[in-house]
């Protein structure tokens, strides 16, 4: 079949990240795959015979932009729509009905954000949650009814075979203006605390974003002062998952903490919203559920935080061996084959159900 996936942009997240990784293994399956997005660093990753289209997408562009998609539907003979983030999806829905094609949307964040006009929830054909928190008590989720399905974000996996230094922690997200707010309170207020006890700390950022150079700035700071480097924010890293593999321990939810732990690496919760603790066998229902967002839980605490990290500096190896059991829950629960799979079963009976072509 013939997949058109819309994105507002193709940077560093998990939404295009997960983007990449379904283009990849639809046009693995042997599907006929478009990318319309703004460029960004994600393109050089796709695979060579996915075609990917430049748009930059604006509100105040948006009859232009549907016009443009409308004609490239047409012009490519596209079977399906699959659109991600609050503007793509609009946009996907709007030209879906007006070609008469099917549309599917994932949404990845807020649900009254990525659905927040009516046209895209009631012109979608089917809506596809990556996380329960967004289900339960929701008025949107209730609203499209049978039309909702849950699918999480997959990861590919490999064997963990790196050498690892357990004194290295890594924080992986987008770099915006709430999620910096959370890294410089760990480098100017929780890392020196720990730094007392635990002086070969080592503190790795990787993301991108237009936070990043006050981050550094603190980083620096912290470096000086110490008279060694203890901070490196990396920016955006083409390929996470070599250091990833290296580290000791993630702090990150979503897409993030699904691989980590798929690599065997133990992982804190953490964003600028919400701050839980290690994901363990006893919680890991929890947090699967939730894409390893600790719902419910308040934002990030200085003291418990610096708490957590002594706790786990402390006894490197009981977090490593809780690690290595909750690993093969994730390969299980989060196989990209299997949520690939179960995509493409969802884009076929809408095809059919629309009297469209396979």
Request: proline share 3%; with cysteine; charged share 25%.
């Amino acid at each position: 079949m013939k997949i058109l996936l819309l994105v507002p942009g193709f940077n560093f997240g998990g939404a295009e990240n997960h983007v990449r990784d379904l283009a990849n293994s639809m046009d693995d399956a042997g599907n006929d795959v478009f990318v319309i997005s703004k460029p960004g660093l994600q393109k050089n990753r796709l695979n060579s015979s996915v075609r990917f289209v430049s748009l930059k997408m604006k509100d105040i562009f948006l009859p232009f932009h549907l016009i443009y998609i409308c004609f490239f539907i047409k012009r490519n003979r596209i079977d399906i729509i699959h659109a991600h983030k609050r503007l793509a999806i609009f946009l996907g829905c709007v030209a879906g009905k007006l070609m008469r094609i099917p549309v599917v949307v994932t949404v990845h964040g807020n649900p009254h954000y990525d659905l927040r006009t009516r046209i895209s929830g009631k012109w979608a054909d089917r809506v596809i949650f990556v996380s329960k928190r967004h289900l339960d008590g929701n008025g949107i989720y209730k609203r499209l009814g049978n039309k909702s399905a849950f699918i999480q974000n997959g990861v590919k996996w490999f064997e963990n075979d790196s050498e690892r230094d357990l004194n290295s922690m890594t924080y992986i997200s987008r770099i915006d203006s709430r999620h910096a707010e959370v890294i410089i309170m760990l480098v100017k207020e929780v890392l020196p605390r720990v730094l007392r006890d635990f002086p070969a700390i080592k503190f790795n950022v990787i993301g991108d974003g237009k936070s990043l150079e006050n981050i550094r700035k603190e980083a620096d700071a912290l470096n000086i002062s110490n008279n060694m480097e203890i901070c490196v924010v990396h920016g955006y890293v083409p390929e996470v998952e070599p250091m990833i593999r290296r580290s000791g321990l993630v702090l990150g939810v979503g897409r993030a903490a699904i691989y980590s732990l798929a690599l065997g690496i133990p992982v804190i919760s953490i964003n600028q919203q919400h701050m839980g603790g290690f994901v363990s066998e006893e919680n890991y229902m929890f947090y699967q559920e939730n894409n390893f967002v600790a719902k419910n839980f308040k934002g990030p605490d200085t003291d418990l935080l610096a708490g957590m990290l002594r706790e786990y500096l402390a006894d490197t190896g009981r977090f490593q061996k809780e690690a290595a059991i909750l690993q093969n829950y994730v390969r299980t629960d989060f196989s990209l084959e299997t949520m690939t799979i179960r995509i493409l079963e969802i884009y076929d009976s809408l095809i059919r159900a629309s009297g469209g072509k396979n």
